[in-house]
């Protein structure tokens, strides 16, 4: 049981639905099966929720470190010493500063592995906005924490998986950002991730266009031909398997995206307008690329029915079992690889001749 992956929490926005949806789904007992959870927050913000909420029965084991934490119980570090005043539905500096403080001293403990994973319930990206926090998002400031490498905004469902090529940018700077090289290394992280986190052998991605009807043959825009075409030939000239560009209406209305593992948008919204109408519910944010595993639901703050008891934990299960499904087949890829057989000479990978491809 002391081995149990340890999975990190933070609270978010303590005025949203975050702690709602983290108490509900840690009184699913089926968690405490599959991993050990440890919340960054504090007691009384957390004993107000539940009393709020009408949810008395599951009680935190507080500890003071992840060495500490009861692999049989939901487990909660204290993050600061001070009364906080809980205003929910509301969008005000508090939120923004306790959210900050529960990420931190999570992202604290994930960066030198005392925890395995992090899921993060949402943060308003205006009111978290600091000396110490000047991102767009998670997404960013977990990219500089990891150590500035490429990632990618990967949306992963039952059903479907997305990244974007650009994230959290003004829809008139999505042309200038898209790039030959930028989407080559979208596209070679995708395929690294699929084998590595999802154990999908050979992974299928397909590639959407910018341009209405994917550019119509150069009538409606010029950068299908000019710029994805060339990225999508090169990334499959270096193994990767993808295909494109499509016209990302016909895409997904006429259910192509069920063909492939994968599909890598160019923006945000086209991506995430399709996945949420898809997946809503049940979907997950996931940071492919960096050095650990983050997770986290998809859904922002809901100030509008905080409070209200009626928040669907669903995705923030999900993307507790997200999480400890990529570490699990990490750590088996891990184990695996230091045991390749060697035959005549030569190395014989076993990793992933020993699963099936996995959706």
């Known amino acids: 049981m002391s081995n149990k992956i340890k999975i990190g929490i933070s609270i978010g926005d303590v005025n949203g639905i975050g702690l709602e949806v983290i108490i509900k789904a840690l009184s699913e007992n089926q968690i405490l099966d599959y991993c050990t959870p440890i919340v960054y927050g504090h007691s009384k913000v957390v004993s107000y929720h539940r009393k709020a909420l009408g949810m008395t029965d599951l009680i935190f084991n507080v500890i003071a470190n992840p060495d500490a934490a009861n692999p049989k119980k939901a487990n909660l570090i204290n993050c600061w010493e001070e009364d906080v005043k809980i205003d929910l539905g509301t969008s005000n500096e508090t939120g923004g500063k306790y959210a900050l403080l529960s990420l931190e001293k999570a992202t604290d403990d994930l960066i030198n592995g005392r925890i395995d994973a992090l899921v993060t319930a949402p943060i308003n990206k205006h009111n978290i906005q600091s000396d110490a926090f000047k991102f767009p998002g998670h997404t960013e400031y977990l990219q500089e924490r990891s150590g500035g490498g490429d990632v990618l905004m990967f949306m992963i469902s039952e059903d479907l998986r997305v990244g974007v090529v650009t994230g959290h940018i003004p829809v008139g700077q999505v042309a200038p950002n898209i790039s030959k090289e930028k989407i080559l290394k979208k596209l070679v992280l995708m395929n690294e991730s699929l084998k590595k986190d999802f154990w999908i052998e050979k992974p299928k991605i397909a590639v959407l266009g910018l341009n209405p009807h994917a550019g119509d043959n150069g009538l409606l825009g010029k950068e299908e031909g000019d710029v994805i075409i060339p990225a999508v030939q090169e990334a499959f000239d270096k193994g990767v398997i993808c295909f494109g560009p499509y016209p990302a209406d016909g895409f997904f209305g006429n259910g192509t995206y069920k063909q492939f593992d994968a599909v890598l948008a160019m923006y945000h919204d086209q991506g995430l307008i399709p996945f949420k109408t898809i997946a809503f519910g049940?979907?997950?944010?996931?940071?492919?690329?960096?050095?650990?595993?983050?997770?986290?639901?998809?859904?922002?703050?809901?100030?509008?029915?905080a409070g209200q008891n009626i928040a669907d934990a669903s995705s923030f299960i999900a993307a507790i079992f997200a999480a400890t499904h990529i570490i699990r087949n990490r750590k088996e890829q891990e184990e695996l690889l230091k045991n390749q057989l060697r035959t005549g000479g030569k190395l014989i990978e076993t990793a992933f001749d020993l699963k099936d491809d996995a959706n």
Do not use: E, M
């Not at 049940?282 to 703050?301: E, M």
């Open 282 to 305: 049940s979907g997950v944010n996931y940071t492919a690329g960096l050095k650990f595993v983050r997770t986290s639901p998809d859904h922002g703050t809901g100030y509008d029915i």
